[in-house]
């Protein structure tokens, strides 16, 4: 390649990136007012309802717990003493064992004393054999399924099976919701019927102490790996997901906490079984479904039914959990491709999708180009050094405006972090996330889309923690 050409692909290539950052952060930038006046209005909403009286309220919609387990010993058992202990008028927790290699199976029958039952499932959707099915005639409520390797989603697929109520939620074994969490993530369904599913915050447990299955003291963990994590999630949480529900284009209900008509989750086929990215694929799927066949439909997020979960605390954790993220968010895009920009699919098709594609798929690339490009631009001297500079202190202030922005909204609204200690050390780790934290998951997802085709049919592994414990 001649050096004039190089040049020219130096010079357009940095000029696209300027025309990249500038629209991505004013998407970014409309998404935090939207969340903003939306999560104004919802506070100012909840202030006013007396969402208690909902608690013993014989009108609610039963719900149905899905735990799938693989090798969860170290929290399974806390996950559902606080699972069994929600404020909900009518519930069930089915907890799947999806073949665990470890002690799980054998630490829940033994802590709840549960006994194998002759019950026959009828199978809505094709599942791996299932095994055995527990219960504790003091428990009614508590059902644990042992079943066959599948994977997650072959998991789901078989508590939705087993479940007898019309709405199921689905929540990761290391994981704990706060006792209203349930009252809070149906009243979409019943505001207003088309509501196929609906999506609730996720929070960081790490550094919290759980007492019998609750969060008694929210508190900020030792680890700078998961105090990153934590404002991530607040700006991915209040700030990303709340904007994309304003917009009624909302593309992803977390795994670990999701709820959804069961109905619908089976009209769409359920999970799929075929990607690691199955909580991002049913969502995608119900849009899809709803708007070809012109079925109105409405899939929402509220952002306090709140979901504690543990995040990785050590560099090879988050590799392996933001790989198989970007892979998930990739099987998922290229499944559903048809709806790239097409007006068939609405907001859907000509918003969301393309954002997913261009910034959060392709996005990593970019960056990563342009870490080339311009100490390539300085070699040819085509580099102005200060508006560089100025240009490079601009992007990192508006990231930091970003995350502080997502910090304040959560003092202004939830305030789960009071103390000016806490308000301080998430401000701090605001900042800093944008030197090298950032850049080091760019990475990660980089690896992703490098090992799409390897590993997209495999989860890797995250080493889990007991919860912290009141002494």
Request: with cysteine.
């Amino acid at each position: 390649m001649n050096t004039p050409l190089l040049k020219s692909i130096v010079i357009n290539f940095n000029y696209f990136i300027i025309y990249y950052v500038l629209v991505i952060n004013f998407i970014y930038f409309i998404q935090l007012i939207l969340a903003a006046f939306n999560l104004s209005d919802y506070v100012r909403k909840i202030r006013y309802s007396d969402y208690k009286k909902y608690i013993t309220s014989d009108n609610m919609i039963p719900i149905s717990i899905l735990v799938p387990a693989y090798n969860e010993e170290e929290t399974i058992v806390e996950n559902i003493k606080s699972l069994i202990s929600l404020n909900y008028p009518k519930f069930e927790v089915i907890v799947i064992n999806d073949g665990s290699k470890d002690n799980t199976l054998n630490k829940v029958i033994q802590e709840f004393d549960l006994k194998e039952v002759n019950q026959p499932v009828r199978y809505r959707l094709k599942t791996s054999k299932i095994k055995g099915i527990y219960k504790n005639i003091d428990m009614p409520n508590l059902i644990l399924v042992d079943k066959e390797n599948g994977g997650k989603a072959d998991a789901l697929n078989a508590g939705i099976n087993i479940s007898n109520y019309p709405i199921i939620t689905s929540i990761d074994a290391d994981s704990i919701l706060e006792s209203d969490s349930l009252v809070r993530v149906v009243m979409p369904f019943i505001e207003d019927k088309k509501t196929v599913a609906v999506g609730g915050i996720v929070r960081i447990a790490n550094g919290s102490i759980i007492t019998r299955g609750r969060v008694v003291e929210i508190g900020l963990p030792k680890s700078s790996v998961a105090m990153f994590q934590i404002v991530e999630y607040l700006r991915a949480f209040l700030t990303g997901r709340v904007g994309w529900d304003a917009l009624n284009s909302l593309l992803i209900v977390s795994g670990a906490f999701g709820a959804f008509k069961k109905e619908a989750a089976i009209e769409v086929g359920g999970y799929a079984k075929n990607t690691i990215g199955e909580d991002m694929e049913l969502i995608v799927k119900m849009h899809e479904y709803f708007l070809r066949n012109k079925i109105p439909y409405r899939i929402k997020f509220v952002p306090d039914p709140v979901c504690w979960t543990q995040a990785p605390e050590t560099l090879k954790d988050l590799r392996s959990q933001r790989r198989r993220w970007q892979i998930g968010l990739m099987d998922s895009l290229f499944k559903h491709k048809r709806m790239f920009f097409n007006p068939r699919y609405k907001q859907i098709g000509l918003i969301a999708v393309p954002y997913f594609w261009l910034f959060e798929m392709i996005g990593p690339i970019i960056e990563i180009i342009g870490y080339v490009m311009i100490p390539l631009a300085y070699i040819f001297g085509l580099l102005n050094l200060k508006y560089f500079l100025l240009f490079f202190a601009a992007s990192i202030l508006y990231g930091i405006l970003l995350s502080l922005g997502a910090i304040l909204l959560e003092e202004y609204t939830f305030n789960k972090y009071p103390t000016l200690k806490q308000l301080i050390k998430l401000s701090l780790y605001g900042i800093l996330e944008n030197f090298g934290y950032r850049q080091l998951t760019t990475f990660y997802r980089i690896e992703g889309i490098i090992k799409f085709r390897k590993m997209k049919h495999s989860w890797g592994k995250i080493k889990r923690r007991s919860f912290q414990k009141q002494g």
